[in-house]
Antibody, heavy 111, light 112 residues
Framework: QVQLKESGPGLVQPSQTLSLTCTVS????????VHWVRQPPGKGLEWMGR???????DYNSALKSRLSISRDTSKSQVFLKMNSLQTEDTAIYFC?????WGQGTLVTVSS | DIVMTQGALPNPVPSGESASITCQSS???????????LNWYLQRPGQSPQFLIY???TRASGVSDRFSGSGSGTDFTLKISRVEAEDVGVYYC?????????FGSGTKLEIK
């Protein structure tokens, strides 16, 4: 069955770079887009960007200068990298295929 | 960016009653292909969002027929018939007509 699972550090220092991995199973990254969505504690959902089945990417313009999404199709993994993190980037980060979502991973930005 | 605005519910909603959640978009979500690119999600407490409705009115696989979506190009409604305890959570509308994809701020449903 379709599954997505996020992994990465729970704590990142301000001004550092966040690196997250989304490992998928039950489908091929060459057939479907995978998106990243984040949710600050107690707040709503923010779409961050996606990587298409063909490998091209689309980003939220508010994050575009700091965000990069890539993938390794052989490992069924999608990567998110975001630099210059600030406290307001503290959030649960989800990877999703629309109808299917990972459980999310909490990233706290703090010194 | 397309702004999605959601209405509030008169919480709590008595169990067994119906609840309607409204969502408005700042731009028509009706595509030239005839589809309206509006999705609905439910996020139960402590869980990931669950996909409920796509193309404004098509239920996702496995979703109860108590959930129904309707609307026009810019005004949308998610109706929940005979609300149950498992329906508690925050409902989000989302447009996927154009990038960046945007969500409404969410509507909380509580049951009495």
């Amino acid at each position: 069955q379709v599954q997505l699972k996020e992994s990465g550090p729970g704590l990142v220092q301000p001004s550092q770079t966040l690196s997250l991995t989304c490992t998928v199973s039950g489908f091929s990254l060459t057939d479907y887009s995978v998106h990243w969505v984040r949710q600050p504690p107690g707040k709503g959902l923010e779409w961050m960007g996606r990587i298409q089945s063909g490998g091209s990417t689309d980003y939220n313009s508010a994050l575009k200068s700091r965000l990069s999404i890539s993938r390794d199709t052989s490992k069924s993994q999608v990567f998110l990298k975001m630099n210059s993190l600030q406290t307001e980037d503290t959030a649960i980060y989800f990877c999703t295929r629309g109808a299917y979502w990972g459980q999310g991973t909490l990233v706290t930005v703090s010194s | 960016d397309i702004v999605m605005t959601q209405g509030a519910l008169p919480n709590p909603v008595p169990s067994g009653e119906s609840a309607s959640i409204t969502c408005q978009s700042s731009k028509s979500l009706l595509h030239s292909n005839g589809k309206t690119y509006l999705n609905w999600y439910l996020q139960r407490p402590g869980q990931s969002p669950q996909f409920l409705i796509y193309w404004m009115s098509t239920r996702a696989s496995g979703v109860s027929d108590r959930f129904s979506g309707s609307g026009s190009g810019t005004d949308f409604t998610l109706k929940i018939s005979r609300v149950e305890a498992e329906d508690v959570g925050v409902y989000y509308c989302q447009q996927d007509l154009e990038f960046p994809l945007t969500f409404g701020s969410g509507t909380k449903l509580e049951i009495k």
